[in-house]
């Protein structure tokens, strides 16, 4: 059974700094790419960034463009999410999600794209 763990989150002042972490678990897990994505109340879930493993090629939503930096070790089936210069509008609970069938690659910015998904980790901004 595919385990999917995401850590990190917490309360920051705005113009702070976070890094998530995510660590996916099974006896026979292997994964494509691995994202972020997040979702605040009342809002619909939204993509954050994506790792595709092979070629190392990184995917960023533009709202985080520049600030946040999605990183990882295939080996270890980790991935981490570097949060600089927050703002009040990144809070949300930020979800870590594996994609473990081939795809292409415009599925790694869509949630349907992904197989397992984490429970989620909340992250607080304040003003």
């Known amino acids: 059974q595919v385990q999917v763990v995401e850590s990190g989150g917490g309360l920051v002042q705005a113009g702070g700094s976070l890094r998530l972490s995510c660590a996916a678990s099974?006896?026979?897990?292997?994964?494509?790419?691995m994202g972020w994505f997040r979702q605040a109340p009342g809002k619909e879930r939204e993509f954050v960034a994506a790792?595709?493993?092979?070629?190392?090629?990184?995917y960023y939503a533009d709202s985080v463009k520049g600030r946040f930096t999605i990183s990882g070790d295939n080996a270890k089936n980790t991935v981490f999410l570097q949060m600089n210069a927050l703002k009040p509008e990144d809070a949300a609970v930020y979800y870590c999600a594996a994609q473990t069938s081939y795809r292409t690659s415009y599925t790694y910015t869509r949630s349907y794209g992904y197989d397992y998904w984490g429970q989620g980790t909340q992250v607080t901004v304040s003003s």
């Open positions: 790792l595709k493993w092979s070629g190392g090629y990184t």
């Open positions: 099974g006896r026979t897990f292997s994964s494509y790419a």
